[in-house]
């Protein structure tokens, strides 16, 4: 019993010595966000963008670390230090660049609007009147109460605002189009559909956002970044959780 | 013996610093200051910063409304589940007595939170309720436990006396629960419901979780849109001491006005 505890404090002394050598960012991430990143089956935090950016730190050279952390708050945390940066899909926005730094985008996203299997709405503009559903704080969301005469709802996870769907609580959810194929396609495949993708007239993006002036993170993580997207491995990751 | 005749002075014996009184000057001034500090934070922080403050003000009134349906329905419906619950736990029917105790024990062991999710998520697939209503029915029944075991303490801090003579002047029962006991307890069990009613106005935060849209989730969204994590946050906390400042004024003024046997 000591033997292995000792040993165990060796290999794990050994582990962080190594890791040492290189920088450690911790990025923070909300891990109810399927496919792009949540916490599977044995509690690891997996994904498309947790696997990007691992790649991005074998390319460039640092060592990522991953903190689950309520989607809510996450870019309070952001500013006042509790990470050095944020990898959770988060769309790249003019109001957001006032408040933080990005990087190079490494996702292209839209919006998808999700209703019911029965249900005949094909946009927001059918949904005059009715609640609709969206995290709080994201672009989704922002959609949803931008759409003239649609009642918005806010929700903490995105899976919470699926259930209510799926119970017939609300007509309607507006989320990124991997994460609604995710639950649409795979979750609740019997009683929800993909109606349509929003039109917003923009391209929306992902990028990992740091505190504003944090060079040094910015230009490992771009570093990162550029090189997956040079040797192609962004493309394999589509394949292996996405799908397309 | 020698000392009664001799007129020694009397010693007297108050309750001393540890309770004071309603009427103490110490408490008042404290309940004033937190009074005036309040207000005139909400009024001078928009003044001089409008740019968050101001709007935030703008944003969070139907907030503020739906705190309070839900508070009022979910008090409403808490004191009658309180009520019955109290009464079914002094009941000598074993099988009223039986199930009352089993609810307290039952909701007094889980959580708020967790029973606000059960109710609106885990219920939601075999009931469906909108959502405020839900959140109400979660609060009440919560509560309705917490109020039972207050209706309890009150009926049986009155004197069985009472009963006894309600009894042996032909009441029965039920006679001598509504027209003996009851309005005799009802001023021993008023101070903690307002108490609860305090609480549980505080506790409806939690169902901002359920997407209920109250004065916390108007916050939060106003919040994760602005970045202004820290104004807001201000601004919700003032606003839910100024509600509770004001409520617990109400209440002290309720609970004096009804205690003629205490006063001095």
Same mark, same amino acid.
């Given at each position: 019993m000591f033997k292995s505890a000792a040993a165990t404090v060796i290999a794990l002394l050994v582990m962080y010595g190594a890791a040492w050598a290189e920088t450690t960012i911790v990025f923070a991430t909300d $891990? !109810?966000? %399927? %496919?792009?990143?949540f916490v599977n089956a044995r509690k690891q935090i997996v994904g498309y963008s947790i696997d990007y950016m691992k790649a991005a730190g074998r390319e460039a050279g640092f060592r990522p670390v991953f903190k689950n952390t309520a989607w809510d708050g996450i870019f309070a945390g952001l500013a006042s230090g509790k990470y050095d940066a944020i990898c959770s899909s988060v769309s790249i926005t003019e109001k957001r660049k006032k408040a933080m730094d990005f990087s190079e985008p490494y996702y292209t996203v839209r919006q998808a609007l999700i209703v019911g299997r !029965?249900?005949? $709405?094909?946009?927001? $503009?059918?949904?005059?009147g009715k609640k609709v559903g969206g995290q709080i704080g994201t672009t989704g969301y922002f959609a949803i109460k931008a759409a003239e005469g649609v009642i918005p709802k806010s929700y903490d996870e995105i899976g919470l605002a699926m259930e209510d769907l799926n119970v017939g609580r609300i007509d309607a959810v507006v989320c990124d189009d991997p994460v609604a194929a995710n639950y649409a396609l795979l979750k609740y495949k019997d009683t929800l559909k993909i109606a349509s993708v929003i039109k917003t007239g923009q391209v929306e993006q992902y990028g990992i956002a740091v505190r504003k002036g944090n060079t040094g993170v910015l230009d490992l993580v771009n570093r990162g970044i550029r090189a997956v997207k040079a040797k192609g491995i962004d493309q394999e990751l589509k394949k292996k959780w996405i799908g397309q | 013996m020698a000392d009664r005749d001799t007129g020694v002075e009397k010693i007297e014996i108050g309750d001393g610093a540890a309770i004071p009184v309603p009427e103490d000057r110490g408490l008042l001034s404290a309940w004033w200051i937190a009074l005036c500090g309040t207000i005139g934070l909400l009024i001078v922080l928009p003044l001089v910063k409008p740019d968050p403050y101001a709007d935030i003000l703008r944003f969070v009134p139907d907030g503020i409304l739906v705190t309070f349906e839900v508070t009022i329905a979910s008090i409403s419906l808490a004191l009658v589940v309180g009520l019955i619950t109290g009464l079914g736990r002094i009941s000598s029917n074993r099988f009223f007595n039986l199930l009352a105790s089993l609810y307290v024990e039952v909701v007094r062991g889980i959580p708020l939170l967790v029973q606000l999710f059960y109710i609106y998520f885990a219920l939601g697939r075999f009931v469906r309720v909108p959502d405020i209503v839900a959140a109400v029915i979660a609060m009440a029944f919560c509560y309705g436990a917490y109020m039972g075991e207050v209706f309890r303490a009150g009926i049986k801090s009155i004197d069985f006396g009472q009963t006894e003579a309600s009894l042996s002047l032909g009441f029965n029962h039920r006679q001598t629960m509504m027209y003996g006991i009851l309005p005799q307890a009802w001023r021993t069990i008023l101070p903690p419901v307002g108490n609860e009613f305090i609480a549980l106005l505080k506790d409806t935060?939690? +169902?901002?979780?359920?997407? +209920?849209?109250?004065i916390l989730r108007r916050g939060r969204e106003y919040a994760s849109e602005s970045f202004n994590y820290f104004e807001t946050y201000t601004m919700i906390a003032l606003i839910y001491l100024l509600i509770t400042l004001v409520l617990s004024r109400l209440i002290s003024t309720m609970e004096h006005r009804l205690s003629h046997y205490e006063r001095r």
């Open positions: $891990a !109810t966000w %399927p %496919p792009m990143e !029965t249900s005949h $709405a094909r946009s927001l $503009a059918d949904l005059k | 935060s939690l +169902v901002s979780i359920l997407a +209920v849209s109250d």
